[in-house]
């Protein structure tokens, strides 16, 4: 079992749907989460980080953590096909010292 | 700098030769990582310095693999005797005390 997992899609929603990614992760230690996006060809750059259970509110984004059930989501309201890109979740934690260990990615695309 | 730099950003290497990936990160951030990503797949974590001190070095494949940062901010990844399997983007990202990591464009790496 990858100590990260997500789905690798593509999960494809039509403009201005709400998209929905999920991440489940391993380590029970785990303490910090991040989204992080990627557009083809480009570097991940962070979108948002959890680390207390519950939601947490960014503009069009919202993340989702529930530590008992290892689960934490991304949703994107709104969407828009700029937001077509691959999602990462991240999760950092005790067990892993400074490491950020990644999820394989989930490839959003956004119909217009 | 404004931003993490990361040079060359493509180099194509023939089996057997030695290359050198350098990481320049912003200016003042302590923690500098290294992550190695295949295509379609999440980054995957090689090293972590803090300064000059390497910490963790537990995610180098092989003992072909080589990072420094003598004075703790440039950082070089060194690879001898290149295979065909290290063909990949290498990824390099520093980080500040809020726990984000800024990346780099990345060194694509392609072993002929």
């Known amino acids: 079992q990858k100590e990260v997992e997500q789905n690798s899609g593509p999960l494809s929603v039509p403009e201005g749907a709400i998209a929905s990614l999920n991440c489940t992760y391993s380590?029970?230690?785990?303490?910090?989460f991040f989204w992080y996006r990627q557009y083809s060809g480009k570097s991940p750059e962070l979108i948002m980080f959890?680390?207390?259970?519950g939601d947490k509110e960014d503009g069009r984004f919202t993340a989702q953590l529930n530590k008992a059930s290892q689960y934490v989501s991304l949703l994107i309201r709104d969407s828009q096909p700029s937001d077509s890109a691959t999602y990462l979740c991240?999760?950092?934690?005790?067990?892993?010292?400074?490491?950020?260990?990644f999820g394989p990615g989930t490839r959003l695309s956004v119909l217009p | 700098g404004a931003g993490v730099s990361q040079s060359p950003r493509y180099k194509v290497a023939k089996r057997g030769q030695d290359v050198a990936l350098r990481c320049d990160p912003i200016?003042?951030?302590?923690?500098l990582f290294w992550y190695q990503q295949a295509l379609g797949q999440g980054p995957e974590f090689l090293t972590y310095?803090?300064?000059?001190?390497?910490?963790?070095k537990s995610g180098l494949p092989s003992d072909r693999f080589f990072a420094e940062r003598p004075e703790g901010s440039v950082s070089t990844l060194k690879i001898q005797r290149t295979q065909q399997e290290d063909s990949a983007v290498y990824l390099c990202?520093?980080?500040?005390?809020?726990?984000?990591?800024?990346f780099g464009e990345g060194s694509r790496l392609t072993v002929l």
């Open positions: 991240a999760v950092n934690g005790a067990n892993y010292g400074q490491n950020f260990v």
């Open positions: 310095f803090q300064n000059e001190a390497q910490l963790d």
């Open positions: 200016s003042g951030h302590v923690s």
């Open positions: 959890i680390y207390s259970n």
């Open positions: 990202a520093s980080s500040s005390h809020t726990g984000e990591l800024f």
């Open positions: 380590d029970r230690g785990s303490q910090s």
